[in-house]
C-alpha cells in the first residue's frame, strides 16, 4: 500500500534550518507544539481510513461467528509477530548483529508452531469452501490491509516496509509529544502575554515559515530583475559595438570616397597639364616660321 501526501507545505531549506538551530539557542519559537498539532492530525486521518477499511470488510465479508472470529484473529496476531520479528531479524543481520538475529529466529520458530496449530484450529471451525476464501484485517497501525493466507515473507515485506515503519515512527514521536504539549502551550501563552504587553509580539513558527517564504520570493525577484538588468546591459554593449562597427565602416567609405576623389583631381590636373603642353607645342612652330619670314624680309630690304 503507498500512500500520496502531495508536496509538503512546508520549506525544506538546509541554510533556514542551519539559521533557525542557531536561533533557537538564544529564543524559544515553540516549534514543537506545531510538530504535535501537524503528526495529531496526520494519525487522525489515518485511524478514520482505518474504521472506514473495516466497515467495508464488515460490509463485503461473509460474516463469522464470533468463535470462528476469535480463532482467525488468533491467526492474525501470530502471523503479525512472526512478520514483525523477520523484518527485525533481517534488519539486526543487515547491521552485523548476528547474535540477536539467530535469537529471534528461533522465536520466530516457536510463533510458527503455533500458528500451525491456530491455523489447523481455525480451519476445523469451519466449511472447507469458506476456509479457502481470503480473510482479510486491516493493520492497526498503517491502515494496510494482511491476508489471513500471507506468507510470512509477505508479511516481512509489510511490517519492514517504510509506510509501516514510519507510521510506528510518527506514533512514537507523538506520544512522546504529547506528554510535554500541555505544559508547552502554557508557556507559549505566558510568551505572547509578555510580549503583547510591550512593542514586540510573538512570531509563531507558522509566520516565520510565511515569512521565510517571503524572504525567498523576495530573493527570487531579486535574482530576476538582475538578470534582466544584465540582458540589458548585454544588450547595450551589443549595440554599442554594432554602431561602433557601423561608424567604422562609414569612415572607411568616407576614406575611400576621398582617395577617389583626390585620384580624380590628380588625373584632371595631369590631363590640363598635357593640353596646355599640347597647345604650347603647336604654337611655337608658327612664331618660328613667322620670326624666319621677317629674317627673310629684313636681309631683302
Known amino acids: 500500500m503507498r500512500m500520496d501526501l502531495g508536496e509538503c507545505p512546508k520549506?525544506?531549506?538546509?541554510a533556514l534550518r542551519a539559521d533557525y538551530e542557531i536561533a533557537s539557542k538564544t529564543k524559544d519559537y515553540f516549534?514543537?507544539?506545531?510538530?504535535?498539532e501537524h503528526?495529531?492530525?496526520?494519525?487522525?486521518?489515518c485511524d478514520r481510513r482505518t474504521t472506514a477499511a473495516k466497515q467495508r470488510l464488515a460490509e463485503t465479508q461473509e460474516e463469522l461467528s464470533a468463535?470462528?472470529?476469535?480463532?482467525?484473529?488468533?491467526?492474525?496476531?501470530l502471523a503479525e509477530q512472526i512478520g514483525q520479528k523477520l523484518a527485525r531479524a533481517e534488519a539486526l543481520g543487515e547491521e552485523g548483529m548476528v547474535e540477536e538475529s539467530v535469537k529471534l529466529m528461533g522465536e520466530i520458530d516457536e510463533l510458527r508452531k503455533k500458528?500451525?496449530?491456530?491455523e489447523q484450529d481455525y480451519r476445523n471451525s469451519m466449511p472447507a469452501s469458506s476456509y479457502q476464501q481470503q480473510k482479510l484485517r486491516v493493520c492497526e497501525v498503517c491502515s494496510a490491509y494482511l491476508g489471513i493466507h500471507d506468507n510470512d515473507r509477505r508479511l516481512a515485506d509489510h511490517f519492514g516496509g517504510k509506510l509501516h515503519l514510519g507510521f510506528i515512527t510518527i506514533r512514537e514521536k507523538l506520544t512522546e509529544l504529547k506528554k510535554t504539549v500541555d505544559k508547552r502551550r502554557e508557556e507559549r501563552g505566558a510568551s505572547e502575554r509578555e510580549r503583547s504587553s510591550g512593542r514586540r509580539h510573538y512570531v509563531g513558527g507558522r509566520e516565520l515559515d510565511r515569512r521565510a517564504r517571503r524572504h525567498r520570493e523576495s530573493a527570487r525577484d531579486r535574482d530576476g530583475r538582475h538578470k534582466d538588468?544584465?540582458?540589458?546591459?548585454?544588450k547595450e554593449r551589443d549595440r554599442t559595438e554594432k554602431d561602433r562597427d557601423r561608424g567604422d565602416k562609414e569612415r572607411d567609405r568616407e576614406r575611400e570616397r576621398d582617395r577617389k576623389r583626390s585620384r580624380s583631381r590628380s588625373r584632371s590636373r595631369h590631363e590640363n597639364s598635357r593640353e596646355r603642353s599640347r597647345g604650347h607645342d603647336t604654337r611655337e612652330p608658327r612664331r618660328s616660321r613667322s620670326h624666319r619670314s621677317s629674317s627673310r624680309d629684313h636681309r631683302r630690304d
Request: hydrophobic share 40%; glycine share 2%; net charge negative.
Open 11 to 14: 520549506i525544506h531549506d538546509l
Open 31 to 36: 516549534y514543537d507544539i506545531d510538530a504535535t
Open 39 to 45: 503528526l495529531e492530525a496526520f494519525i487522525a486521518d
Open 67 to 77: 468463535e470462528v472470529t476469535e480463532k482467525a484473529n488468533a491467526v492474525h496476531e
Open 115 to 118: 500458528k500451525a496449530i491456530a
Open 229 to 234: 538588468d544584465r540582458e540589458r546591459g548585454d
